[in-house]
């Protein structure tokens, strides 16, 4: 058996989109998939089973918060993350590297690995590749990241760019050997070298001759231009092995997700949609609603009404108006929308693949989306970059 | 609304049925019971959604309108009150002022006024600004607007305010009720105050029960104004008061008490006729991260404390349900480890899943309360019980007192965590 098996259904015969199914050892995935960002073991207020109900078939867990609570002992005796918070289906992890670099601002990279102090006790602690390995293959995730050497996306010194994304190769290669459970979990390799064109051709190339299932894209969605961004995305993927799935990482905008997937992509992830939901903004084809603006006050239609969410089939936008940001239901209700929007979404997408319909599909979106028609220089340019051109209502 | 007594023991504990909703004309509550705490309109920390996965039945929701005020818009334009406007159809809603468990800030009083305190700050309340409302929300029950806030500390001048303001507020209800159709499809309830001082409570029972024709029962209030010293005050001469009021009332009017009581309590009440409780406190519970685990079973002593403060570091490896033999959702699927990691992440998970339990788990111990008396071995149910409670809030041997003393219900929620990893996406 292999911890993950990869089959397509189709492909579209214009973009490079395509529609597959992600066989993992906890549950058979459906791509392009959306994976909300489940940090600490749990998402946001909401219960397995109502994620189970949303559509949700793979989620995320963050390494670093998980190795420092509960903990890899907690863990281990608990038989990994998926028996501790009580979620069968599928799990991925990221690596810690990232929130350790986002997060922590002493941290030092070295070539053993990342140093930082920590926040819980103000100890000194060495994050190596082994050592992420080690605590991933405790939590047990079915697909799980190698530790990468993280630059911000919009840094510019070339010399430490180019180090960078060396040493991820590098250290990609100590991941994989100290890899324990190779059966169970798959290691997937990060593609860096931020907005330099030969370094994530090289860094691409490099990943594709090691004995992996996946492939992510990484260092990219931080604060970058889209201009900048998309081009790198579509390189990527024209690089990488069409027969494995292609995850880019932190990407869950709407618009991104159509666009990314229109460029190849089949997995992403992103905190936005529950994150945003706190705050009282609902997704909806258009963009988003601040339910907290007046002028929902007394607006008695649900936040969608095609969304067959139960928010959306129990709730108007005014009662959720009185209670936003107020009451923890509040944001359990929207998060549920928010996601199930999300779902929604990625299904709508995998259904016009798998008919050939996928650019008119991205058509009407695009056109949902800008109702005033004003679309984005980038968009109109990536989205002709793979064939579909975009064209005014 | 129809109150029936079903079954009466010799002693003053009674079961009973609340029907004839004209709202939700096929719900049955059956008595004594204890309300679910609604915030907002929504039983706190629970959506609709999951509330159908624990009760599967119309269930009473308490909604203090102090916490609710914010929807009086929203309600206007819509029209059909609050059970539906708050995704909560079918469901049996009582409306009071204020949560009997909340401290709020004294507030000056004025002729005829008393201060709510709401989520946009005070409002002066009229007894007329109540009633038209009232009109708004349309609730199932109504409590009359009372002067409540009062401790059994309280001077003798302040309850004689009380007392006074309340029976006016009271007349003013009854007038606003019989002159309105749409307030007639409710029960309005008389609210007794001056728990603490025997001649002014009587005064205040004698001046209800001329309105006896036009009330839908009677509720206790006045015993704490949610402070924890005034909880301490209550807490050994409450049995004496339920007691003392039970011989003031007619049997068969409805009779609910407010406030935060522990299950000791509760069950003195029961014993002296009272039907319906606030639901305050297993959302106390919840909200600091404590479960109820009482055993029911009067074959067994059971030497593990009836709460557990699954913040402890000790459940950290305990892996066992919250309660072996629970039915509840959060039982069935979760662990002690789990909801005490969530605690100590600060993750909103925690308040759900301990608010599954503890409804669910307050509403068994109403049912065997219910079961008990229907097999008349209430006394024997009550000892059971309180037993547990005193063996828990006694300190350990080794000094450290379990019982954190936490009585006063936390204001409204946590703060909503935004963890500090989400800057991830842009
Ligand atoms: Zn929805
Ligand atoms: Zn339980």
New binding site residues.
Partial sequence: PKALLFHLNAECNTTRARAGIMKLPHYDVKTPVFMPVGTQGTMKGLLPDQLESLDCEIILGNTYHLGNRPGTEVLRKAGGLHNFMGWNRALLTDSGGFQMVSLLKLAEITEEGVKFRSPYDDSEIMLTPEKSIEIQNCIGADIIMQLDDVVQTTFQDYDRIKEATERTSRWLDRCLSAHNRPLEQSIFPIVQGLLDKELREKSARDHLTKDVNGFAIGGLSGGEAKDDFWPMVRLGTGILDKNKPRYLMGVGLAIDLVVCVALGIDMFDCVFPTRTARFGCALVPKGQLNLKQKQYQTDLNPIDENCPCSTCKTYTRAYLHSIVTVETVACHLISIHNIAYQMQLMRSMRENIENQTFPQFVQEFVNAYYPDANYPDWVINSLSSVGINIVKP | MRFTIKQATSGSERIGTFTGFIKSPGAVIETPTSALFTQGGSVTHITSEVLSKIFTTPKLLWVPLSNSYQLETGLKAQGQGIAKFAGLSGHVTSITPHSASEVTPVGHFEHGKVPLWTKNGKKMITADSYMDLMEVFQPDIILAIADSRTSLGEGYKRILKSVDRTCGFLEKCVDRYKGSKTLQTSSLIGVIVAAGVPSKCDECITHILKYKDSLGGVALAGLTDGTEESLKLVNDKIEGIFARVNTKLPKNLLRIVEGCWNPAVVLSAIENGFDVFDGSYPLKLSNVGHALALNFDLNQNDSEPCILDLNDERYKEDFR???AG???L??KKHTRAYIRHLLNTREMLSSVLLS??NL??FDQFFKHARHHIASNTFKLYKQHITKQYEAYKQPLTNGVNEHKGKTALPQVTKKLKVSDEEMHCS
């Fill in positions: 349900p919250v309660l629970c039915e509840c959060a039982c599954i339990h669910h788990h």
